[in-house]
């Protein structure tokens, strides 16, 4: 293995993406980020001797193939915008596949709970079942990284995540959360927040992703779920989140009407209606196979974690 050629990350700016880069830099091993604006990396990671940082486009599979030589990791970060996935994800895939291939690379994927429509709980050999068009999309990334394994010359560890929150996840759903917390300003959420919900503290994710890499049991294609913490009521998980930025709790839902009155109007709106299902029910992840291989792994604590996400939104988000 030559250790200066280690892993590639693409969407190393986005959210799983950073988190990822940040806990595979505190090893000390070297990492070679794909991103679309430079500065946004170093503002993300600083000055690193260990991260090597590409300006380009992941569609590019000349540029993705490249810097993918003689790396031993490729992780799959990229995400488009809602409105944009069909198409593109498939064309992204389809790049990291062809690089991972060249180099008999192992080809790391964030997974999340789209494929499964309404089953719940989600176990790593449950039959995907998706009732949107993003889960569609979803399922069929899934089948384009078991074919590659299948016809041979890279490997696949997908890890499967349900919403996540943390530093740098500023996504429409958790930004009118931790931002407006700390503003004193009504934190959002969408049809339901008397249902418990699962949630993943980012930098857990990553740190997990790093702790399987290296593990030498996983087959060729290795599913794994993380559910994270499942908190008793979304209600209840903004309300210690307010109490930590010191402000008044004020929490407004969004109802379902609202969306569907929205959605012919707002594209991002009729992309939300499509998963609207997700906010009316409690979609749960089995994580027991998780907890059986790494049994002193700990989710960090809901209060840390609130924490130390309102401590990132006032350097960045509020500065």
């Known amino acids: 293995m030559d250790a200066n050629s280690y892993c590639l990350v693409l969407g190393a700016t986005g959210s799983i993406g950073s988190a990822f880069v940040t806990k595979l830099l505190e090893t000390g091993r070297p990492v070679t980020a794909l991103v679309r604006k430079r500065e946004k990396a170093l503002n993300l990671f600083g000055e690193n001797p260990k991260l090597e940082v590409a300006e380009g486009d992941a569609l590019d599979s000349r540029l993705v193939s490249k810097l993918a030589k003689g790396k031993n990791f490729i992780f799959h970060g990229i995400n488009f915008p809602y409105d944009k996935w069909e198409g593109n994800m498939e064309n992204a895939t389809r790049n990291v596949i062809n690089a991972a291939r060249e180099n008999k690379a192992t080809i790391l994927f964030p997974g999340n709970v789209y494929n499964y429509g309404m089953t719940s709980p989600i176990y790593e050999d449950s039959k995907p079942a998706p009732i949107t068009k993003k889960g569609r999309i979803r399922v069929e990334l899934e089948l384009m990284l078991k074919d590659a394994v299948i016809e041979g010359g890279c490997r696949v560890l997908l890890l499967r995540l349900p919403d996540f929150f943390g530093p740098n996840v500023t996504n429409g759903l958790m930004m009118p959360i931790f931002k407006n917390a700390l503003e ?136």
């Open 184 to 319: 004193g300003k009504p934190m959002k959420w969408l049809i339901r927040t008397d249902i418990p919900h699962q949630l993943v503290y980012i930098l857990d994710a990553g740190e997990l992703f790093v702790r399987l890499m290296y593990r030498e049991d996983l087959a060729n294609y290795e599913e794994i779920n993380f559910g994270g913490i499942t908190v008793s009521s979304v209600e209840h998980w903004l309300r210690k989140i307010a109490e930590l930025a010191g402000t008044q709790p004020k929490i407004k839902t969004i109802s379902k009407l609202a969306i569907t009155i929205l959605s012919p109007f707002v594209p991002i709106v009729r992309e939300i209606k499509e998963m609207a299902y997700l906010f009316e029910n409690n979609i749960q992840l089995n994580d027991d196979k998780l907890r059986g291989m790494l049994p002193h792994f700990k989710p960090t604590p809901m209060q840390d974690a609130n924490r130390e996400t309102l401590d990132w939104f006032k350097k960045h988000v509020l500065a």
